[in-house]
T-cell receptor, first 119, second 114 residues
Framework: AQTVTQSQPEMSVQEAETVTLSCTYD???????LFWYKQPPSRQMILVIR??????QNATENRFSVNFQKAAKSFSLKISDSQLGDAAMYFC????????????????FGKGTLLTVNP | DTGVSQNPRHKITKRGQNVTFRCDPI?????LYWYRQTLGQGPEFLTY????????KSRLLSDRFSAERPKGSFSTLEIQRTEQGDSAMYLC????????????FGSGTRLTVV
């Protein structure tokens, strides 16, 4: 079974600075998807960025980018120019490829990293 | 369409009572998922529907739990004879097709069993 580990329960960053959230995962598959979700307090979970394992290029969405190291099974999230609105719980998630059969639709989440942004 | 809607937002119930939650997915999404999130943990998969068919149930979903999605539209999650261990946030999500672009989550229903 796949597992996702987020080793940083809490992180803090100064406004306008850069922060990196770590995520490692365990899988025996070669094709899969990785996601970062943001969950603000008392609000719904929002997709921040996704990465397809067969693509070597790291995904980027505005101030958010990932460092995907497939061999190391590492998927970190970098937030540049941090803003107060970035404060939230961040979850890393794994999903099997659509063509891998079995339970290829459910997400496996890590325990999350609580990000605090200091003004 | 304003996204995935879940009702109620909060529910407090006495141990032993039955509760039902509702999820209205994005109308064109054919897949619907239920997850449970306890304090300090990431969401855990409970069950999944493709249209009206319930295709998988996690072992976390004991026989006290039942979910339905009549006509492939909204879904309900019922917990019978609630226990304190059922206290959690229950999240609903939906996706169009295989969901490789990610899910759209609702705001969740927070259940407190006293």
């Amino acid at each position: 079974a796949q597992t996702v580990t987020q080793s940083q329960p809490e992180m803090s960053v100064q406004e306008a600075e850069t922060v990196t959230l770590s995520c490692t995962y365990d899988t025996s598959e070669s094709d899969y998807y990785l996601f970062w979700y943001k969950q603000p307090p008392s609000r719904q979970m929002i997709l921040v960025i996704r990465q397809e394992a067969y693509k070597q290029q790291n995904a980027t969405e505005n101030r958010f980018s990932v460092n995907f190291q497939k061999a190391a099974k590492s998927f970190s999230l970098k937030i540049s120019d941090s803003q107060l609105g970035d404060a939230a719980m961040y979850f890393c998630a794994y999903r099997r490829s659509w063509n891998s059969g079995g339970s290829n639709y459910k997400l496996t989440f890590g325990k999350g990293t609580l990000l605090t942004v200091n003004p | 369409d304003t996204g995935v809607s879940q009702n109620p937002r909060h529910k407090i119930t006495k141990r032993g009572q039955n509760v039902t939650f509702r999820c209205d997915p994005i109308s064109e999404h054919n897949r619907l998922y239920w997850y449970r999130q306890t304090l300090g943990q990431g969401p855990e998969f409970l069950t999944y529907f493709q249209n009206e068919a319930q295709l998988e149930k996690s072992r976390l979903l004991s026989d006290r739990f039942s979910a339905e999605r009549p006509k492939g539209s909204f879904s309900t999650l019922e917990i019978q004879r609630t226990e304190q261990g059922d206290s959690a946030m229950y999240l609903c999500a939906s996706s169009l097709g295989t969901g490789v672009d990610g899910y759209t989550f609702g705001s969740g229903t927070r259940l407190t069993v006293v």
